[in-house]
């Protein structure tokens, strides 16, 4: 399959969606990262995502629809979770929350599980096609299963070209990390995924039993050994700086933590690509942002 790469306009948002209606998943940037959505009514478009990432059938997807209202026709908010959507709806908040038997969504889409995880998303470009398509759509990360994320159409590019018809460019993404997702339990609220969000009275559901299936160890994976905290670069490492120190390129010069997280998946890409067989990264501070930064480099740089 030839992959085409676009730049977002009312005819390529109109090629995009027909492909939708036709079944076939497209890549779309929104406000976290690049997504690949696909027609979440549509139990085969949407075995097409997992068919074209490699993705684990166990790891459930995320619905994106355009309003609070659509979100409700899909699952049952409770009080904790609708307040948070209000403050933060359209944006980078995912919600895990019972499934209505009536939602018309595939169970493929939440592989199974009674719960569903919905986002209102803010990009435009996702915006314009869900107007245009007319029904929620299931999107995880434009990225082959368990390697790095993609924030820019080239990133999409790479992992996936060939097996997708359709990547809608518009540039690099502002936000970088994935949607913060929480869910409501017992009347409190946990956090199932740490992202650019900080959600007031959550607790992290970490270390308890509970799913977010695709918080496996390893995961935003490059292809080469990764050691983090690096202070300097060891023999043949490609460093990834932060702050003072610098690196071959740095998440941040001035260590701006939202400048890091939008930079994140991109130098990770590019250390990947560059000729050194190993990556260090320097030290991120642990707090606010930080967290999720973290927290992606810490699965990066897992055992596989
Ligand atoms: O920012 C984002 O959230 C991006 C953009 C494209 O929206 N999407 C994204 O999707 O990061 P993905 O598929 O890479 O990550 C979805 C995460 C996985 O960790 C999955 O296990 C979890 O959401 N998830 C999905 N449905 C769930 C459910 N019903 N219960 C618990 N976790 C769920
Ligand atoms: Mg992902």
């Known amino acids: ?25 497209v890549a779309v940037p929104t406000e976290t990262v690049y997504g690949l959505a696909a027609d979440g009514t549509n139990a085969e478009a949407v075995a097409r995502i997992y068919e074209a990432k490699g993705r684990p059938s166990f790891n459930p997807l995320i619905v994106h629809v355009l309003t609070i209202a659509d979100a409700e026709k899909l699952v049952y908010l409770g009080p904790l979770v609708r307040q ?85 460019d518009d540039g690099p993404c502002s936000g970088g990390i994935e949607s913060t997702i929480i869910a409501e339990r017992d009347g409190a609220l946990q956090i199932l995924r740490s992202g650019p969000l900080e959600i007031a009275g959550a607790a992290s559901a970490s270390g308890s039993a509970i799913e977010a299936p695709g918080q496996m160890a390893s995961h935003y994976a490059p292809s080469k050994p990764l050691r983090l905290n690096a202070n300097s670069a060891l023999d043949g490492e490609y460093l990834i700086g932060f702050g003072d120190i610098a690196g071959a390129a740095s998440l941040s010069p001035t260590g701006d933590l939202v400048e890091a997280a939008a930079s994140l998946f991109d130098l990770l890409h590019r250390a990947d ?3 050194n067989p190993r990556i260090a990264v320097a030290p991120v501070p642990d707090t606010g942002l930080g967290a999720a930064i973290n927290d992606r480099l810490r699965r990066a740089a897992a055992p596989r």
């Not at 085409?4 to 090629?15: E, Q």
């Not at 944006?91 to 499934?99: E, K, N, S, Y």
């Not at 995880?140 to 790095?148: H, M, R």
């Open 1 to 25: 399959m030839q992959t085409r790469t676009l730049p977002f306009s009312d005819a390529t948002i109109a090629k995009a969606a027909r492909l939708v209606l036709d079944g076939s998943p």
């Open 84 to 168: 948070a959507a209000e403050a933060h709806w359209p944006g980078p908040l995912t919600i895990v929350a019972p499934r209505r038997a009536d939602s018309g969504i595939a169970s493929i889409v939440s592989a199974g599980l009674d719960t569903l995880a919905v986002r209102v998303p803010q990009h435009p470009a996702m915006r314009a096609l869900l107007e245009a398509v007319g029904r929620p759509l299931a999107a995880p990360s434009a990225n082959a299963s368990g390697s790095i994320s993609s924030t820019r159409a080239d990133h999409v590019l790479h992992s996936l070209g060939g097996r997708i018809p359709l990547i809608v």
């Open 273 to 275: 690509r560059a000729d």
